[in-house]
């Protein structure tokens, strides 16, 4: 049963425009959201998060948006830069339980 | 600060055989989970250890265990494997059991 879902395997940008990476969960009871980024032969590094009482989290070129009544979380990356190229992953915790869903990821490429 | 250390970084094994993977965390984080992820697919969760006790279980079969020591270090078992255990195993740490943060993996082949 997947909970994350990243329905885009991959996104193509070019350098300096946005970056628009989604996601969508199913269970109302996750209260903390992260991204992730994975570059290969690399474990995933953290990159920012959100808890379920906020619509919003900036933290400098990376911005993600949590919308609970669509289920959806976004992270934007303005401006996309050629060294932001890798796998995202969106990940979700359910509240009281000491677990992580993740999705299957999207991997951005930034043409420069 | 030093992040989060796993070894082996790479392992071949034959079906049927056991392994064991190592998983030093954060200094001062006391929590550690264990991630499996094959190729194409997200992480998926194992086990999650703090302060030794095990708080939380994937849905994995009871081939897979793990323990956490007292210095906070984690090992992960798997007995009788199988060709479909063949991944990088994922072994994260979090100073409460909020963001997580990865080591670099253990790449596990089973032939």
């Known amino acids: 049963d997947q909970q994350v879902k990243q329905n885009s395997p991959s996104l193509s940008v070019q350098e300096g425009r946005i970056s628009i990476l989604n996601c969508d969960y199913t269970n109302s009871m996750f209260d903390y959201f992260l991204w992730y980024k994975k570059y290969p032969a690399e474990g995933p590094t953290f990159l920012i998060s959100?808890?379920?009482?906020?619509d919003k989290n900036e933290d400098g070129r990376f911005t993600v948006f949590l919308n609970k009544s669509a289920k959806h979380l976004s992270l934007h990356i303005v401006p996309s830069q050629p060294g932001d190229s890798a796998v995202y992953f969106c990940a979700a915790r359910r509240y009281n339980f000491n677990k992580f869903y993740f999705g299957s990821g999207t991997k951005l490429n930034v043409k420069p | 600060d030093a992040g989060v250390t796993q070894s082996p970084t790479h392992l071949i094994k034959t079906r049927g055989q056991h392994v064991t993977l190592r998983c030093s965390p954060i200094s001062g984080h006391k929590s550690v989970s264990w991630y499996q992820q094959v190729l194409g697919q997200g992480p998926q969760f194992i086990f999650q250890?703090?302060?030794?006790?095990?708080?939380g279980r994937g849905n994995f079969p009871d081939r897979f265990s793990a323990r956490q020591f007292p210095n906070y270090s984690s090992e992960l078992n798997v007995n009788a494997l199988l060709l479909g255990d063949s991944a990088l195993y994922l072994c994260?740490?979090?100073?409460?059991?909020?963001?997580?943060?990865f080591g670099p993996g253990t790449r596990l082949t089973v032939l």
């Open positions: 994260a740490s979090s100073r409460d059991l909020s963001t997580q943060y």
């Open positions: 250890y703090y302060e030794k006790e095990e708080r």
């Open positions: 959100i808890s379920s009482i906020k």
